[in-house]
Protein backbone atom coordinates (compact mmCIF):
# COMPACT_ATOMS: atom_id res chain seq x y z
CA UNK A 1 0.00 0.00 0.00
CA UNK A 2 2.76 2.37 0.81
CA UNK A 3 4.65 1.35 -2.11
CA UNK A 4 1.32 2.28 -4.37
CA UNK A 5 1.18 5.25 -2.52
CA UNK A 6 4.38 6.55 -2.97
CA UNK A 7 4.48 5.78 -7.05
CA UNK A 8 1.32 7.83 -7.44
CA UNK A 9 2.20 10.52 -4.72
CA UNK A 10 5.52 10.55 -7.33
CA UNK A 11 4.46 11.20 -10.54
CA UNK A 12 2.38 14.15 -9.39
CA UNK A 13 4.74 16.05 -7.15
CA UNK A 14 7.72 15.49 -9.68
CA UNK A 15 5.18 17.24 -12.11
CA UNK A 16 2.41 19.17 -11.04
CA UNK A 17 3.87 22.45 -11.58
CA UNK A 18 4.65 21.24 -15.61
CA UNK A 19 0.96 20.23 -15.59
CA UNK A 20 -0.77 22.92 -14.08
CA UNK A 21 0.96 25.60 -15.99
CA UNK A 22 1.17 23.42 -19.38
CA UNK A 23 -2.30 21.60 -19.43
CA UNK A 24 -4.64 23.53 -17.14
CA UNK A 25 -3.23 27.09 -18.10
CA UNK A 26 -2.67 28.52 -14.81
CA UNK A 27 -0.13 31.07 -13.81
CA UNK A 28 3.56 30.15 -11.84
CA UNK A 29 2.08 32.53 -9.05
CA UNK A 30 -1.64 31.30 -8.60
CA UNK A 31 0.14 27.73 -8.85
CA UNK A 32 2.62 28.59 -5.35
CA UNK A 33 -0.73 30.60 -4.10
CA UNK A 34 -2.50 28.11 -4.31
CA UNK A 35 -0.15 25.21 -3.01
CA UNK A 36 0.48 27.67 -0.06
CA UNK A 37 -3.42 27.71 0.59
CA UNK A 38 -3.39 23.54 0.11
CA UNK A 39 -0.15 24.14 3.08
CA UNK A 40 -2.63 26.26 5.41
CA UNK A 41 -5.71 24.24 5.07
CA UNK A 42 -3.12 20.66 5.97
CA UNK A 43 -2.06 22.33 9.11
CA UNK A 44 -5.90 23.03 10.38
CA UNK A 45 -7.13 19.38 9.19
CA UNK A 46 -3.78 17.99 11.37
CA UNK A 47 -5.73 20.04 14.52
CA UNK A 48 -8.95 18.49 13.94
CA UNK A 49 -9.30 15.54 11.80
CA UNK A 50 -7.16 13.42 14.23
CA UNK A 51 -10.01 13.74 16.63
CA UNK A 52 -12.85 12.22 13.54
CA UNK A 53 -10.25 9.15 12.96
CA UNK A 54 -10.57 8.35 16.92
CA UNK A 55 -14.49 8.96 16.74
CA UNK A 56 -15.26 7.30 13.58
CA UNK A 57 -12.47 4.70 13.77
CA UNK A 58 -8.62 5.21 11.47
CA UNK A 59 -9.74 2.51 9.12
CA UNK A 60 -12.95 3.62 7.91
CA UNK A 61 -11.65 7.25 7.53
CA UNK A 62 -8.59 6.37 5.63
CA UNK A 63 -10.68 4.65 3.46
CA UNK A 64 -13.02 6.89 2.79
CA UNK A 65 -10.79 10.28 2.84
CA UNK A 66 -8.29 7.88 -0.15
CA UNK A 67 -11.82 7.66 -1.54
CA UNK A 68 -12.43 11.27 -1.96
CA UNK A 69 -8.47 11.89 -2.85
CA UNK A 70 -9.09 9.51 -5.81
CA UNK A 71 -12.59 11.60 -7.09
CA UNK A 72 -10.61 15.03 -6.11
CA UNK A 73 -7.52 14.51 -8.02
CA UNK A 74 -9.22 12.87 -10.81
CA UNK A 75 -11.29 16.19 -11.27
CA UNK A 76 -8.06 17.86 -11.76
CA UNK A 77 -8.61 16.77 -15.60
CA UNK A 78 -11.42 19.45 -15.02
CA UNK A 79 -9.96 22.24 -13.75
CA UNK A 80 -9.25 25.00 -16.40
CA UNK A 81 -9.51 28.50 -13.87
CA UNK A 82 -7.47 29.65 -10.94
CA UNK A 83 -11.23 29.88 -8.40
CA UNK A 84 -11.69 26.37 -9.32
CA UNK A 85 -8.09 25.22 -8.39
CA UNK A 86 -7.99 27.16 -5.46
CA UNK A 87 -10.92 25.47 -4.40
CA UNK A 88 -10.00 21.94 -5.39
CA UNK A 89 -6.15 22.23 -4.00
CA UNK A 90 -7.38 23.38 -0.70
CA UNK A 91 -9.78 20.90 -0.10
CA UNK A 92 -7.22 18.10 -1.54
CA UNK A 93 -4.72 19.64 1.36
CA UNK A 94 -6.80 19.20 4.12
CA UNK A 95 -7.75 16.01 2.93
CA UNK A 96 -4.00 15.09 2.28
CA UNK A 97 -2.72 15.85 5.74
CA UNK A 98 -6.17 15.23 7.43
CA UNK A 99 -5.33 11.49 6.37
CA UNK A 100 -1.74 11.41 7.67
CA UNK A 101 -3.44 10.77 11.49
CA UNK A 102 -5.86 8.18 10.20
CA UNK A 103 -2.95 5.86 8.48
CA UNK A 104 -0.48 6.36 11.44
CA UNK A 105 -3.20 5.16 13.90
CA UNK A 106 -3.54 2.49 11.57
CA UNK A 107 0.28 1.39 11.54
CA UNK A 108 -0.23 0.96 15.42
CA UNK A 109 -3.36 -0.60 15.08
CA UNK A 110 -1.63 -3.64 12.48
CA UNK A 111 1.96 -3.22 14.42
CA UNK A 112 2.79 -4.40 18.05
CA UNK A 113 3.76 -1.76 20.44
CA UNK A 114 7.49 -2.37 20.11
CA UNK A 115 7.62 -2.54 16.71
CA UNK A 116 5.76 0.39 15.39
CA UNK A 117 8.99 2.56 15.01
CA UNK A 118 10.83 0.09 12.64
CA UNK A 119 7.24 -0.60 10.73
CA UNK A 120 7.16 3.65 10.10
CA UNK A 121 10.95 3.29 9.23
CA UNK A 122 10.29 0.80 6.67
CA UNK A 123 7.12 2.84 5.52
CA UNK A 124 9.70 5.45 5.14
CA UNK A 125 12.25 3.56 2.83
CA UNK A 126 9.44 2.03 0.56
CA UNK A 127 8.49 5.60 0.21
CA UNK A 128 10.60 7.40 -1.04
CA UNK A 129 12.17 4.65 -3.06
CA UNK A 130 8.83 4.45 -4.78
CA UNK A 131 8.57 8.70 -5.06
CA UNK A 132 11.72 8.03 -6.83
CA UNK A 133 10.36 5.76 -9.32
CA UNK A 134 7.24 7.72 -9.15
CA UNK A 135 9.22 10.90 -10.44
CA UNK A 136 11.12 8.96 -13.33
CA UNK A 137 7.67 7.96 -14.78
CA UNK A 138 6.60 11.62 -14.32
CA UNK A 139 9.79 12.40 -16.27
CA UNK A 140 8.95 10.38 -19.36
CA UNK A 141 5.03 10.96 -19.46
CA UNK A 142 6.29 15.35 -19.51
CA UNK A 143 8.09 14.67 -22.29
CA UNK A 144 5.10 13.28 -24.09
CA UNK A 145 3.52 16.72 -24.59
CA UNK A 146 -0.17 15.15 -25.67
CA UNK A 147 -4.04 14.60 -23.93
CA UNK A 148 -2.76 11.00 -23.36
CA UNK A 149 0.63 12.05 -21.11
CA UNK A 150 -2.02 14.76 -19.52
CA UNK A 151 -4.74 11.74 -18.39
CA UNK A 152 -2.02 9.24 -17.72
CA UNK A 153 -0.27 11.87 -15.25
CA UNK A 154 -3.50 12.87 -13.25
CA UNK A 155 -5.66 9.01 -13.39
CA UNK A 156 -2.07 7.84 -12.41
CA UNK A 157 -1.75 9.76 -9.38
CA UNK A 158 -6.01 9.02 -8.43
CA UNK A 159 -5.81 5.37 -8.95
CA UNK A 160 -3.07 4.91 -6.23
CA UNK A 161 -5.20 6.77 -3.94
CA UNK A 162 -7.93 3.98 -4.59
CA UNK A 163 -5.77 1.28 -4.56
CA UNK A 164 -4.67 2.56 -0.98
CA UNK A 165 -8.42 2.09 0.01
CA UNK A 166 -8.97 -1.33 -1.42
CA UNK A 167 -6.01 -2.84 0.64
CA UNK A 168 -7.34 -0.91 3.71
CA UNK A 169 -10.45 -2.74 3.30
CA UNK A 170 -8.44 -6.07 3.97
CA UNK A 171 -7.52 -4.78 7.36
CA UNK A 172 -8.68 -5.64 10.62
CA UNK A 173 -11.28 -2.93 12.40
CA UNK A 174 -10.07 -1.33 15.43
CA UNK A 175 -12.01 -2.53 18.77
CA UNK A 176 -14.01 0.61 19.77
CA UNK A 177 -11.50 2.28 23.13
CA UNK A 178 -13.03 2.50 26.35
CA UNK A 179 -14.15 5.08 27.79
CA UNK A 180 -13.95 5.76 31.81
CA UNK A 181 -14.56 9.80 31.15
CA UNK A 182 -15.65 12.04 27.90
CA UNK A 183 -12.69 12.99 26.72
CA UNK A 184 -12.24 16.64 26.18
CA UNK A 185 -13.07 18.11 22.96
CA UNK A 186 -9.35 18.92 21.18
CA UNK A 187 -7.73 17.78 24.35
CA UNK A 188 -4.22 17.78 22.35
CA UNK A 189 -4.14 21.17 21.16
CA UNK A 190 -5.81 21.94 25.17
CA UNK A 191 -1.88 20.52 26.44
CA UNK A 192 0.75 22.83 26.50
CA UNK A 193 3.17 20.32 27.60
CA UNK A 194 2.60 18.95 24.64
CA UNK A 195 2.68 21.39 22.02
CA UNK A 196 5.70 22.26 23.79
CA UNK A 197 7.02 19.37 21.94
CA UNK A 198 5.45 19.57 19.05
CA UNK A 199 6.75 22.89 18.69
CA UNK A 200 10.53 21.93 19.28
CA UNK A 201 10.28 18.23 16.88
CA UNK A 202 9.47 20.61 14.08
CA UNK A 203 12.13 23.28 15.03
CA UNK A 204 14.15 19.64 14.18
CA UNK A 205 13.10 19.38 11.05
CA UNK A 206 14.06 22.16 9.21
CA UNK A 207 16.58 19.92 8.33
CA UNK A 208 14.03 19.50 5.21
CA UNK A 209 14.35 23.12 3.99
CA UNK A 210 17.92 23.52 4.39
CA UNK A 211 17.87 20.40 2.07
CA UNK A 212 15.73 21.12 -0.46
CA UNK A 213 15.26 24.88 -0.22
CA UNK A 214 18.64 26.75 1.33
CA UNK A 215 20.98 24.34 0.60
CA UNK A 216 20.70 24.99 -3.19
CA UNK A 217 20.26 28.37 -3.21
CA UNK A 218 23.36 28.49 -1.30
CA UNK A 219 25.50 26.28 -4.03
CA UNK A 220 24.06 28.35 -6.22
CA UNK A 221 24.28 31.92 -4.47
CA UNK A 222 27.61 31.94 -3.03
CA UNK A 223 29.69 28.94 -3.76
CA UNK A 224 32.12 27.72 -6.52
CA UNK A 225 30.61 24.09 -6.18
CA UNK A 226 29.03 23.09 -9.81
CA UNK A 227 25.02 23.38 -9.64
CA UNK A 228 25.00 20.13 -11.25
CA UNK A 229 26.02 18.68 -8.27
CA UNK A 230 23.18 19.45 -6.93
CA UNK A 231 20.98 16.90 -7.96
CA UNK A 232 23.72 14.52 -7.57
CA UNK A 233 23.42 14.85 -4.02
CA UNK A 234 19.64 14.88 -4.12
CA UNK A 235 20.35 11.56 -4.98
CA UNK A 236 22.88 10.60 -2.72
CA UNK A 237 19.97 11.48 0.19
CA UNK A 238 17.61 9.46 -1.58
CA UNK A 239 19.68 6.34 -1.97
CA UNK A 240 20.88 7.23 1.89
CA UNK A 241 17.01 6.98 3.47
CA UNK A 242 16.06 3.81 1.14
CA UNK A 243 18.57 1.66 2.76
CA UNK A 244 19.41 3.39 5.45
CA UNK A 245 16.04 4.36 7.28
CA UNK A 246 15.73 0.54 9.06
CA UNK A 247 18.89 0.28 10.41
CA UNK A 248 19.06 3.55 12.07
CA UNK A 249 15.89 3.10 13.27
CA UNK A 250 16.39 -0.48 15.15
CA UNK A 251 15.42 -0.25 19.08
CA UNK A 252 13.98 2.99 18.99
CA UNK A 253 10.41 2.73 20.59
CA UNK A 254 10.55 4.18 23.90
CA UNK A 255 10.36 7.93 24.93
CA UNK A 256 13.38 7.93 26.44
CA UNK A 257 14.57 6.64 23.29
CA UNK A 258 12.97 8.99 21.11
CA UNK A 259 14.61 11.84 23.18
CA UNK A 260 18.21 10.12 23.21
CA UNK A 261 17.83 9.87 19.52
CA UNK A 262 16.79 13.39 19.21
CA UNK A 263 20.16 14.41 20.84
CA UNK A 264 22.52 12.56 18.44
CA UNK A 265 19.99 13.84 15.55
CA UNK A 266 20.65 17.49 16.73
CA UNK A 267 25.02 16.81 16.94
CA UNK A 268 24.53 15.56 13.48
CA UNK A 269 22.38 18.09 12.13
CA UNK A 270 24.44 20.99 13.42
CA UNK A 271 27.91 19.36 12.75
CA UNK A 272 25.89 19.35 8.71
CA UNK A 273 24.97 23.05 9.21
CA UNK A 274 28.82 23.88 9.80
CA UNK A 275 29.75 22.27 7.11
CA UNK A 276 27.60 23.47 4.51
CA UNK A 277 28.66 27.03 5.55
CA UNK A 278 32.29 25.62 4.88
CA UNK A 279 31.09 24.76 1.32
CA UNK A 280 31.53 28.26 0.94
CA UNK A 281 35.25 28.56 0.28
CA UNK A 282 36.60 29.74 -2.60
CA UNK A 283 39.04 26.65 -3.10
CA UNK A 284 36.75 24.50 -5.87
CA UNK A 285 37.72 20.72 -4.39
CA UNK A 286 37.57 22.26 -0.67
CA UNK A 287 34.20 23.63 -1.32
CA UNK A 288 32.55 20.33 -3.35
CA UNK A 289 34.36 18.47 -0.12
CA UNK A 290 32.68 20.42 2.55
CA UNK A 291 29.36 20.27 -0.08
CA UNK A 292 29.27 16.67 0.22
CA UNK A 293 30.03 15.72 3.24
CA UNK A 294 27.21 17.97 4.40
CA UNK A 295 24.45 16.38 2.68
CA UNK A 296 25.45 13.12 3.87
CA UNK A 297 25.56 13.99 7.53
CA UNK A 298 22.63 15.78 7.02
CA UNK A 299 20.87 12.77 5.85
CA UNK A 300 22.15 10.68 8.95
CA UNK A 301 21.06 13.31 10.90
CA UNK A 302 17.34 13.18 8.84
CA UNK A 303 16.73 9.70 8.98
CA UNK A 304 17.48 9.65 12.44
CA UNK A 305 15.61 12.98 13.10
CA UNK A 306 12.46 10.84 11.67
CA UNK A 307 12.78 7.85 13.85
CA UNK A 308 13.26 10.17 16.95
CA UNK A 309 10.51 11.76 16.28
CA UNK A 310 8.02 8.48 15.35
CA UNK A 311 9.22 7.40 18.79
CA UNK A 312 8.00 10.32 20.21
CA UNK A 313 4.35 10.60 19.11
CA UNK A 314 3.85 7.18 19.37
CA UNK A 315 4.77 7.14 23.40
CA UNK A 316 3.12 10.82 23.82
CA UNK A 317 -0.10 9.53 21.56
CA UNK A 318 -2.65 8.30 24.88
CA UNK A 319 -4.94 4.84 23.01
CA UNK A 320 -7.96 6.36 24.13
CA UNK A 321 -6.95 9.11 21.50
CA UNK A 322 -4.03 8.22 19.89
CA UNK A 323 -5.15 9.76 16.57
CA UNK A 324 -6.10 12.91 17.45
CA UNK A 325 -2.03 13.15 19.28
CA UNK A 326 -0.48 11.77 16.63
CA UNK A 327 -2.38 14.48 13.44
CA UNK A 328 -1.42 17.06 16.72
CA UNK A 329 2.27 16.48 16.72
CA UNK A 330 2.26 16.30 13.46
CA UNK A 331 1.68 19.97 12.82
CA UNK A 332 5.20 20.79 13.90
CA UNK A 333 6.07 19.70 10.62
CA UNK A 334 3.51 21.04 8.63
CA UNK A 335 4.49 24.49 10.60
CA UNK A 336 7.97 23.89 9.60
CA UNK A 337 6.80 23.44 6.05
CA UNK A 338 5.11 27.00 5.61
CA UNK A 339 7.56 29.10 7.58
CA UNK A 340 10.56 27.18 7.38
CA UNK A 341 11.72 27.83 3.89
CA UNK A 342 11.74 31.81 4.40
CA UNK A 343 13.36 31.84 7.49
CA UNK A 344 16.15 29.57 7.09
CA UNK A 345 16.90 31.40 3.43
CA UNK A 346 17.02 34.76 5.22
CA UNK A 347 19.32 33.65 7.59
CA UNK A 348 21.55 32.08 5.72
CA UNK A 349 21.76 34.29 2.67
CA UNK A 350 21.71 37.19 4.96
CA UNK A 351 24.27 36.33 7.40
CA UNK A 352 26.63 34.15 5.32
CA UNK A 353 28.46 31.59 7.47
CA UNK A 354 27.61 32.97 10.78
CA UNK A 355 23.75 32.21 9.57
CA UNK A 356 25.14 28.62 9.07
CA UNK A 357 26.69 28.60 12.93
CA UNK A 358 23.39 29.90 14.37
CA UNK A 359 21.51 27.45 12.36
CA UNK A 360 23.48 24.57 14.17
CA UNK A 361 23.14 26.28 17.61
CA UNK A 362 19.52 25.97 16.65
CA UNK A 363 19.43 22.40 15.79
CA UNK A 364 21.72 21.79 19.30
CA UNK A 365 19.54 23.30 21.53
CA UNK A 366 16.32 21.98 20.09
CA UNK A 367 17.70 18.30 20.56
CA UNK A 368 18.94 19.62 24.25
CA UNK A 369 15.42 20.72 25.32
CA UNK A 370 13.06 17.66 23.85
CA UNK A 371 13.80 14.59 26.50
CA UNK A 372 12.97 17.85 29.26
CA UNK A 373 10.21 18.69 27.36
CA UNK A 374 8.70 14.72 26.24
CA UNK A 375 9.11 13.95 30.01
CA UNK A 376 7.11 16.69 31.03
CA UNK A 377 4.39 15.53 28.12
CA UNK A 378 4.19 12.59 29.31
CA UNK A 379 3.51 13.80 32.55
CA UNK A 380 0.92 15.81 31.66
CA UNK A 381 -0.85 12.78 29.83
CA UNK A 382 -1.29 10.98 33.54
CA UNK A 383 -3.83 12.14 35.63
CA UNK A 384 -2.76 14.28 38.49
CA UNK A 385 -5.44 13.24 40.89
CA UNK A 386 -5.92 9.41 42.32
CA UNK A 387 -7.17 6.86 39.71
CA UNK A 388 -10.73 5.75 40.54
CA UNK A 389 -10.23 2.43 42.01
CA UNK A 390 -10.87 -0.14 39.18
CA UNK A 391 -9.66 2.17 36.09
CA UNK A 392 -6.38 2.61 34.34
CA UNK A 393 -4.58 5.38 34.10
CA UNK A 394 -5.54 7.20 30.14
CA UNK A 395 -1.33 6.89 29.38
CA UNK A 396 1.17 4.68 31.05
CA UNK A 397 3.74 6.64 33.27
CA UNK A 398 7.07 6.68 30.85
CA UNK A 399 9.75 4.23 31.56
CA UNK A 400 12.93 5.02 32.09
CA UNK A 401 15.84 3.94 29.80
CA UNK A 402 17.13 0.19 30.14
Given at each position: ?201 GVMTLHASVLLVVFPL ?185
Amino acid sequence: MTLIDALGTGIFLAGNVVYFTRFAGLSAGQVSLGISAAGFAGVVALAVMGRVADRFGSRRVFIALSIVQTIGYAAYLLVHTFAAFFVLVSVLGFVDFGKSPAKQALVSLIAEAHSRVRVRAMMRSLFNGGCSVGSGLAALLLSFNSHLAEYAFVLGNALSFLACALFAMRFPAPEPAAHHAKPKRLAALRNRPFLAITAVTGVMTLHASVLLVVFPLWIVERTVVPTSLIGVLMVVNTVMCVFLQVRLARDLESLADGSRAARKAAVLLAVSSLLMGLAGSRHPWLAIAMACSGVVVLTWGEIVQAASRSALSYALAPEHAQAEYLGAFSMGMAGQSSVGPYLCTSLVIGLDRIGWAILAAVFVLAGLATGPLANRAARSLVPNTSVAEGTEPLCPQPQSAP
